[in-house]
């Protein structure tokens, strides 16, 4: 039929259609309730507007609020407004860039310099009001693309510098687009919902924070303003107490409330200093960490924490990784770097002598302490720090072993997070990306090795198609926590690259030798970062076994204090971290300070029931009263949370 298109729907049916119809008219004729949900449109591999006209034989799939790429768009549209309400408080605000965002606290944000006028926490609602208005407005987003010289007229006639800027880095050939709602214009390639109500009542303006320009130190300060949009009201409601929750949680504040840990700022930011108490719960996951490792077949090795250059330009260091590397320092007129990896150094152990297929597989793990440079604007707290220890492993195979070595590091991986109380995962397995080395055959062995272990073990997974590093395909674990967030921590991956820059090799069965397959292997990932995680996740609240107070004996009177005393001693000798506090303050505050404001697990009363009784009453920070047990008993409890690391 002339004029006419086919749209393949996503249930393999073809439609046709008058060639002009649009994503939305699309939606329309599938079903209402469809259209009422739709906020996009997936064009083969393209996402697009719902009022954008269709020319050509397509592939299309209805993109709702909900999803993934639905809430993206969401946002983006959001942003657009939060531009557009900044631009009515502050006419004279120049915009610069407004992406949406993976990061789960924030669902986009908005660079703007905002001249002499800076906006302050206290005007974020009254932005938030004049969104609302452009939002209950309900004016159509249009799209319209101009001519290089016509955008920057435009742009210029606006005072839009920072956008003149974007559209001279703009390749020739690529389109320039705007998007206008009302009287509101911006540079844009979209693609945002249909119209202003569709971004509905799930948004928020959340914070302010400081931006330089193109991320350059040497470039004006834009202010960064946070906001989020979720598919409605509720969802964005629960983000908000979520928000509030993560402030109660976070492990900066409650490393300072807990004596656990501070860091070097004047001296040397983004490095840790562990006090007494942090010190202790890092002792015991380390001693877990090491204990798990040799009764799972691995050897502990150690590692020194400086090389010549060399070793970093064979290992590809310097050419991929140089701006994350410390600068040189002269040591007897040779060039050495800190180390950012421990990779090559567990490498150069192979090295060390002839190896043969009978003896692989090679575990090796290590707590290695790497550092890596971070600009200053991306510390925060433990979770992205300058020096830290890796949870680190690398694995020697024969090809043959890889898949069932993956699920061996699977199992441990799923084993080692749940005994820190994490029980939902988000896997995913990434596959090779443009740019990597290695054959097709290669990447095709591993990544369906990486693919049946993931399988075997019975993890559901999803594929990050291109996502692999360039040496090899890999297996990413994100840990949920107690607030729903995904965190980056375990990570399994496949290495061609590196057995082949230091021409490794092993004598085969044949008396020849073949190139062993690598793995590097983290569970925990940096220590620095598990434990913020850690923290966060708990509230502070360590579980008994990690607790570096596991109990607290509090005497009622001066005339309990000696058998109070003596209690604490007892569990002591017995090997329970048990304090005792016989200050005079009356028990009631020191019940809440140890529970509550400490976060120890226990608080053991002894007065004069107890004293006659030979017991103790114990309450637990979130059981309440356990009743009184006598002091046999009760370290059999404590016994029994420790091995069961409740």
């Known amino acids: 039929m002339a004029g006419s298109i086919q749209i393949t729907l996503p249930d393999g049916s073809v439609r046709t259609y008058p060639s002009g119809t649009t994503g939305e008219q699309v939606a329309e004729s599938i079903g209402k309730r469809l259209a009422k949900a739709a906020v996009a449109v997936r064009i083969d591999d393209e996402i697009r507007g719902?009022?954008?006209?269709?020319?050509?034989?397509?592939?299309?799939?209805?993109i709702t609020r909900e999803s993934e790429d639905g809430l993206e768009v969401l946002r983006h549209s959001a942003a657009h407004v939060l531009a557009d309400a900044v631009k009515r408080m502050r006419p004279k605000a120049k915009l610069w860039k407004g992406p949406a965002l993976k990061d789960p606290r924030y669902g986009f944000y908005y660079d703007i310099d905002l001249g002499d006028r800076p906006l302050a926490q206290e005007d974020l609602p009254e932005l938030e009001r004049l969104m609302g208005e452009i939002i209950a407005a309900d004016v159509p987003f249009v799209r319209r693309e101009l001519p290089r010289q016509e955008a920057i007229d435009l742009m210029t006639r606006h005072g839009e510098d920072y956008k003149l800027a974007t559209i001279r880095k703009i390749p020739p050939d690529e389109p320039i687009s705007f998007f206008q709602s009302g009287d509101f214009v911006d540079l844009c390639r979209g693609p945002h919902v249909a119209s202003t109500g569709q971004?509905?009542?799930?948004?928020?303006?959340?914070?302010?924070?400081?931006?330089?320009?193109e991320s350059d130190a040497s470039r004006q300060m834009l202010t960064r303003i946070y906001g989020h949009a979720f598919a409605d009201k509720k969802a964005m409601d629960e983000h908000r107490h979520n928000?509030?929750?993560?402030?109660?949680?976070?492990?900066?504040?409650?490393?300072?409330?807990?004596?656990?840990?501070?860091?070097?700022?004047?001296?040397?930011?983004?490095?840790?200093?562990?006090?007494?108490?942090?010190?202790?719960?890092r002792h015991k996951i380390e001693e877990f960490w090491r204990n798990e490792h040799l009764r799972g077949g691995y050897d502990i090795v150690y590692t020194?924490?400086?090389?010549?250059?060399?070793?970093?330009?064979?290992?590809?260091?310097?050419?991929?990784?140089?701006?994350?590397?410390?600068?040189?320092?002269?040591i007897d007129g040779q060039e050495y770097r800190l180390k950012p990896?421990?990779?090559?150094?567990?490498?150069?152990?192979?090295?060390?002598?002839?190896?043969?297929?009978?003896?692989?597989?090679?575990?090796?793990?290590?707590?290695?302490?790497?550092?890596?440079?971070?600009?200053?604007?991306?510390?925060?707290?433990?979770?992205?720090?300058?020096g830290f220890t890796q949870d680190d492993a690398h694995l020697f195979l024969r090809p043959d072993q890889l898949e069932d070595e993956i699920e061996r590091c699977l199992h441990f991986v799923i084993d080692m997070l749940r005994a820190f109380g994490f029980d939902e995962y988000d896997v995913m397995l990434s596959t090779r990306p443009p740019k990597s080395v290695g054959t097709d055959a290669m990447w095709d062995a591993a990544t369906k090795a990486l693919e049946r272990a993931i399988q075997r073990v019975g993890l559901k997974y999803g594929i990050d198609q291109g996502g692999g590093a360039f040496y090899g395909p890999k297996?990413?674990?994100?840990?949920?926590?107690?607030?729903?967030?995904?965190?980056?921590?375990?990570?399994?991956?496949?290495?061609?690259?590196?057995?082949?820059?230091?021409?490794?090799?092993?004598?085969?069965?044949?008396?020849?030798?073949?190139?062993?397959?690598?793995?590097?292997?983290?569970?925990?990932?940096?220590?620095?970062?598990?434990?913020?995680?850690?923290?966060?996740?708990?509230?502070g609240a360590f579980p008994v076994w990690l607790a570096p107070v596991q109990a607290t004996i509090l005497s009622v009177g001066e005339r309990h204090v000696e058998a109070a005393r003596r209690v604490a001693k007892e569990l002591c000798d017995a090997g329970l971290r048990v304090t005792c506090d016989d200050s005079p303050e009356k028990i009631g505050h020191k019940v809440r300070l140890h529970l509550f404001e400490e976060k120890t697990p226990f608080a053991?009363?002894?007065?004069?029931?107890?004293?006659?009784?030979?017991?103790?009453?114990?309450?637990?920070?979130?059981?309440?009263?356990?009743?009184?047990?006598?002091?046999?008993?009760?370290?059999?409890?404590?016994?029994?949370?420790?091995?069961e690391r409740r």
């Open 604 to 643: 053991c009363v002894l007065g004069d029931k107890e004293l006659e009784s030979g017991g103790l009453a114990v309450r637990h920070r979130s059981e309440g009263d356990l009743g009184t047990l006598r002091v046999e008993a009760f370290r059999a409890l404590l016994d029994q949370r420790v091995r």
């Open 341 to 386: 990896m421990n990779c090559p150094f567990h490498i150069q152990i192979y090295k060390s002598k002839r190896r043969s297929y009978r003896d692989l597989p090679f575990r090796w793990a290590e707590l290695g302490t790497v550092y890596r440079y971070e600009s200053a604007g991306t510390m925060h707290g433990l979770l992205r720090v300058r």
């Open 304 to 330: 020194p924490h400086i090389a010549k250059s060399d070793l970093w330009r064979t290992s590809g260091h310097l050419d991929f990784y140089r701006e994350s590397m410390y600068s040189p320092i002269d």
């Open 475 to 539: 297996i990413d674990v994100k840990i949920k926590d107690t607030l729903g967030r995904f965190w980056q921590c375990s990570t399994i991956q496949a290495d061609f690259n590196l057995p082949e820059r230091f021409d490794l090799n092993y004598i085969d069965q044949a008396g020849g030798r073949t190139r062993p397959v690598m793995v590097h292997r983290a569970l925990l990932g940096s220590l620095e970062r598990f434990f913020g995680v850690l923290v966060e996740h708990h509230g």
């Open 199 to 213: 971004i509905g009542q799930g948004y928020a303006v959340l914070s302010l924070a400081g931006a330089y320009f």
């Open 243 to 281: 928000l509030e929750e993560a402030g109660k949680r976070d492990h900066r504040r409650l490393g300072k409330d807990l004596d656990l840990f501070s860091t070097l700022e004047d001296l040397g930011a983004g490095l840790v200093l562990w006090h007494p108490k942090g010190g202790f719960v």
């Open 50 to 62: 719902l009022r954008e006209p269709l020319t050509r034989d397509c592939r299309l799939a209805v």
